[in-house]
């Protein structure tokens, strides 16, 4: 493998925008510290805080491979595999191969190791899980966990913060921006109408955004304004 697909990219942006906020939620509620990791109970451990993590795939940079942890033959059909499980399941729903292949290639990347976290970063999106951790389990292995845990904060929508989140989504992946917007509303629930040239939502606290892209798709205004 040498690229994603266009049905896995598009499926990351879903994510890109409300992800990236929370994963910055995550590290800002992690405490400095040491930490350690028990996956047959499900804990992780950092600076005094204990969270219950499901595994989310591990990372090999000598083979420069990805294997979902649904897909481990020492941890499939236990509870550390659950939430992953699902991810597998969305991915045979609608098609998109690199959620149903155990586990992938990523030697013909050209940065392998991103390719590793995009895939961790889309399947803590599909899961709508609290963030994602990443951290080394051996020389060359790298495991990425998922917190399941209601102590880490889930971010809300906030309307003026709404500009610099977007724009921050589309900068990760910049495949499409439209399904950075669109993905950002219906993870917050917000109902919105639009066409290829702008998507409009209604906000909570009675305001409204307009979002236009040009023909090449790209954004080009975003507007936030009290309704009428």
């Given amino acids: 493998m040498s690229e994603f697909s266009d049905a896995f990219l598009c499926e990351a942006e879903r994510h890109a925008a409300w ?5 910055q939620a995550l590290t800002d509620f992690l405490p400095q510290g040491p930490w350690t ?8 451990r950092q600076g005094g805080v204990e ?6 795939g591990t ?3 000598e083979d420069r491979s990805w294997m979902w942890g649904w897909a481990n033959p020492g941890l499939r059909g236990t509870p550390i595999v659950e939430l992953t499980e699902e991810i597998e399941g969305y991915g045979r729903s609608r098609g998109i191969a690199e959620f149903t292949a155990g586990t992938l290639d990523l030697s013909g990347f050209a ?3 991103h390719a590793a976290e995009t895939l961790a970063f889309a399947g803590m999106g599909v899961t709508e899980a609290f963030g994602y951790i990443g951290m080394p389990a051996g020389p060359t292995t790298r495991v990425y966990l998922l917190p399941d845990d209601p102590q880490v904060p889930r971010i ?6 709404l500009p610099r989140t977007l724009m921050t989504g589309v900068s990760l992946i910049g495949h499409s921006a439209r399904h ?3 993905g950002y509303f219906e ?4 109902r919105w109408r639009g066409d290829d040239h702008q998507v409009v939502a209604e906000l909570p606290g009675g305001t409204t955004a307009e979002i236009d892209f040009d023909a090449a798709g790209r954004i080009t205004a975003i507007r936030v304004s009290a309704l009428r």
Avoid: K
């Avoid at 990791?37 to 992780?44: F, H, I, K, N």
């Avoid at 809300?156 to 913060?161: E, H, I, S």
């Fill in 19 to 23: 992800g990236a906020v929370q994963l």
């Fill in 37 to 44: 990791a028990d996956l047959t109970a499900g804990l992780y």
């Fill in 51 to 56: 969270l219950s993590v499901a595994v989310l």
């Fill in 59 to 61: 990372y090999d940079a």
């Fill in 111 to 113: 940065d392998p190791r």
């Fill in 156 to 161: 809300g929508l906030d309307p003026v913060a």
């Fill in 180 to 182: 950075v917007v669109t």
């Fill in 187 to 190: 993870h917050h629930a917000v």
